[in-house]
């Protein structure tokens, strides 16, 4: 959603009026999932990508000026051979569908950017939202904005479609997943916003440094937040949710326990306590003396990160941060190449 955000301000600077390209369904393995954008300027700036480049971004590239000189949505689906989904990192031949609008950038009521602004701002505020984009005619790219604190702008130009594509896209809103909505004959794509990735690092170790960068700002000049002081005081400080992860380097039971025993308390997406199972087994045994469950025990991954080979704490840090994306995805974090052999999705 930032990234979004920050192309469609930066094509404000030249260009009045863009066509946002959405992938809004696949059929196959692709290397890009649906909710991929593509903005194509009306003076010929392309930024992002909605596959990896070749053939079929160029036809989005192509579909996207027509749009903009019809000023009106499209849904551009692409049949793909063999070779043309090679290409782009399907497994085999396929489909890929499109979503294209225009939208107009000098036009603050522009229901578009309106919408996205909207579900950004609540986004960065811990909340989440989810945009529904019609994407058949009539009325395609008639939009809802729903958020998760029940509130709803906006309609599909049908109440009962309103009805039904609200309740299933505060389903998608609740699993993170954006996703095409089916209704008989009618379409629709469920587009998630979530509160941005947060990663909370406990202790100014070596490990630490190249993970965001953690206490002295020369030793962790990147980091956007550094905070001094007792960890078990400052973890309170910051929201721990489903979206956020917590990663203990301090190595110093006085300071591990404290943010434990806080941390397993709340959704937070992700808890990681560097050292060896040993240690890791003593902490646990402790916290599980002081009442926690063994189910809550069960978050706690130590030792930490997948299993990568690393040596140095650059390469500890990038398993590291390998494993909080595997589970913050879902994802297996099996070879890509393994998981094609077996046919997993």
């Not at 649906?34 to 930024?47: H, I, N, Q, S, Y």
């Not at 596959?51 to 949505?73: K, Y």
Request: hydrophobic letters at 40%.
């Amino acid at each position: 959603m930032t990234e979004l955000s920050e192309q469609l301000n930066q094509l404000k600077r030249n260009e009045s009026k863009v066509t946002v390209a959405t992938l809004v369904n696949t059929r196959g393995t692709t290397p890009r999932k649906e909710g991929a954008k593509m903005l194509v300027g009306e003076g010929g700036r392309v930024l992002g990508s909605v596959t990896i480049g070749g053939c079929v971004d160029a036809q989005v590239i192509e579909e996207s000026a027509e749009v903009l000189g019809t000023n009106a949505p499209r849904l551009l689906e692409l049949n793909l051979g063999d070779e043309e989904a090679w290409e782009i990192g399907l497994t085999c031949g396929g489909t890929i569908e499109v979503f294209l609008e225009p939208v107009t950038l000098d036009d603050k009521d522009d229901t578009t950017l309106v919408y996205y602004e909207r579900a950004r701002v609540h986004a960065e505020q811990g909340g989440r939202a989810v945009i529904v984009t019609r994407l058949d005619a009539p009325n395609h790219g008639a939009k809802l904005l729903l958020f998760d604190h029940g509130g709803q702008e906006g309609t599909l130009g049908d109440t009962f479609l309103d009805l039904r594509f609200s309740a299933e896209a505060r389903e998608a809103m609740a699993t993170g997943k954006s996703r095409t909505l089916f209704l008989e004959n009618v379409r629709a794509f469920a587009e998630v916003f979530a509160p941005p990735s947060t990663l909370v690092v406990v202790g100014a170790s070596h490990v630490a440094m190249p993970l965001p960068r953690f206490a002295t700002t020369e030793r962790f000049p990147d980091v956007d937040d550094l905070r001094i002081g007792v960890p078990s005081e400052l973890v309170q400080q910051v929201p721990l949710i489903a979206t956020t992860a917590l990663v203990l380097v301090a190595h110093d039971y006085k300071y591990d326990l404290p943010v434990l025993r806080h941390a397993l308390s709340t959704p937070v997406g992700y808890i990681g306590l560097l050292g060896s199972s040993r240690r890791g087994a003593a902490i646990l045994n402790l916290l599980r003396e002081d009442g926690v469950a063994e189910d809550a025990l069960l978050r706690v991954r130590v030792p930490i990160g997948l299993d990568l080979g690393a040596q140095s704490a650059p390469e500890i840090a990038l398993s590291i941060l390998a494993e909080i994306l595997a589970t913050h995805r879902k994802a297996t974090g099996m070879p890509i190449s393994e998981k094609v052999r077996r046919g997993l999705k």
